[in-house]
């Protein structure tokens, strides 16, 4: 019968993808520009990578642009990284140019996917696994369970790094802090408390706070400005661009890549 061949290549294929991603080398918290260029990247020099999303679709704040309004506007910094991904642009002011978000959001995610990276959506990480105090992985639950309270077990997700692309909350960062009793000062990017953190504010592309902060853990994007303190710029998407990448190049130098 069709209707149970549907089904049981939905489960089938679905729990094979899963249970290949048990082990990582890379899992990205938070599908945003940051973390999926991050995955491009990674899995394009062959790395195991998965990102894990909370939203039905992958891609933070670039579907929308700004107020709805589904344009973007991306530094002469950036550029390189639109023309890799194959995205139409047009030249709007000294060193900008602008872009339709959905396309662009579209092609992130497309070449993310079919460089080898896999994105899992409705997935919520809530929580860390740590081995030898090192960041070594991803406690992740269903994003609905969650929101209704549900009391479900969550699984575990091993990963060589992990990074938190999860924009301003810097979600990962605080489980980070809150399990080893640091304090960040989110203002000045100073660490209060016996145990630090090497982070450092932003700047005009927030590139200088992509870093490894805790052995492991890796921020980028808006995550890496919200750890540095530096403020939400609004639609420009070039800084976050750079910031994916940048991470990546660390991380693979890390790893050895």
């Given at each position: 019968?069709?209707?149970?061949?549907?089904?049981?290549?939905?489960?089938?294929?679905?729990?094979?993808?899963?249970?290949?991603?048990?082990?990582?080398?890379?899992?990205?918290?938070?599908?945003?520009?940051?973390?999926?260029?991050?995955?491009?990247?990674?899995?394009?020099?062959?790395?195991?990578?998965?990102?894990?999303?909370?939203?039905?679709?992958?891609?933070?704040?670039?579907?929308?642009?700004?107020?709805?309004?589904?344009?973007?506007?991306?530094?002469?910094?950036?550029?390189?990284?639109?023309?890799?991904?194959?995205?139409?642009?047009?030249?709007?002011?000294?060193?900008?140019?602008?872009?339709?978000?959905?396309?662009?959001?579209?092609?992130?995610?497309?070449?993310?996917?079919?460089?080898?990276?896999?994105?899992?959506?409705?997935?919520?990480?809530?929580?860390?696994?740590?081995?030898?105090?090192?960041?070594?992985?991803?406690?992740?639950?269903?994003?609905?369970?969650?929101?209704?309270?549900?009391?479900?077990?969550?699984?575990?997700?091993?990963?060589?790094?992990?990074?938190?692309?999860?924009?301003?909350?810097?979600?990962?960062?605080?489980?980070?802090?809150?399990?080893?009793?640091?304090?960040?000062?989110?203002?000045?990017?100073?660490?209060?408390?016996?145990?630090?953190?090497?982070?450092?504010?932003?700047?005009?592309?927030?590139?200088?706070?992509?870093?490894?902060?805790?052995?492991?853990?890796?921020?980028?994007?808006?995550?890496?400005?919200?750890?540095?303190?530096?403020?939400?710029?609004?639609?420009?998407?070039?800084g976050m661009l750079l910031s994916g990448k940048k991470v990546a190049e660390l991380i693979?130098?890390?790893?050895?890549?």
């Open positions: 019968m069709i209707e149970k061949q549907i089904s049981r290549g939905i489960i089938h294929t679905y729990f094979e993808k899963m249970e290949k991603c048990l082990e990582l080398d890379v899992a990205i918290v938070g599908g945003g520009p940051s973390g999926i260029v991050a995955a491009y990247y990674l899995a394009k020099k062959g790395l195991k990578v998965a990102l894990f999303d909370r939203k039905l679709s992958p891609g933070g704040g670039m579907w929308g642009g700004a107020m709805m309004f589904n344009q973007l506007v991306i530094q002469d910094e950036a550029l390189d990284i639109i023309k890799e991904f194959g995205i139409n642009y047009n030249n709007y002011d000294d060193g900008l140019y602008t872009a339709d978000s959905i396309e662009s959001t579209s092609a992130l995610l497309y070449h993310a996917v079919h460089a080898g990276a896999t994105i899992f959506n409705c997935y919520s990480v809530e929580d860390v696994v740590f081995k030898n105090n090192v960041v070594s992985g991803v406690v992740v639950n269903w994003t609905p369970v969650l929101r209704e309270g549900l009391h479900v077990d969550p699984l575990n997700i091993m990963a060589k790094c992990v990074i938190d692309g999860t924009g301003h909350d810097s979600e990962i960062c605080k489980v980070v802090a809150r399990k080893n009793g640091i304090k960040l000062n989110t203002a000045t990017g100073d660490v209060i408390g016996e145990r630090s953190l090497d982070v450092s504010e932003g700047e005009r592309c927030v590139v200088e706070g992509t870093k490894e902060i805790y052995p492991g853990l890796f921020v980028c994007g808006m995550a890496s400005s919200a750890v540095g303190g530096t403020p939400r710029m609004g639609p420009i998407f070039g693979m130098q890390r790893i050895g890549k």
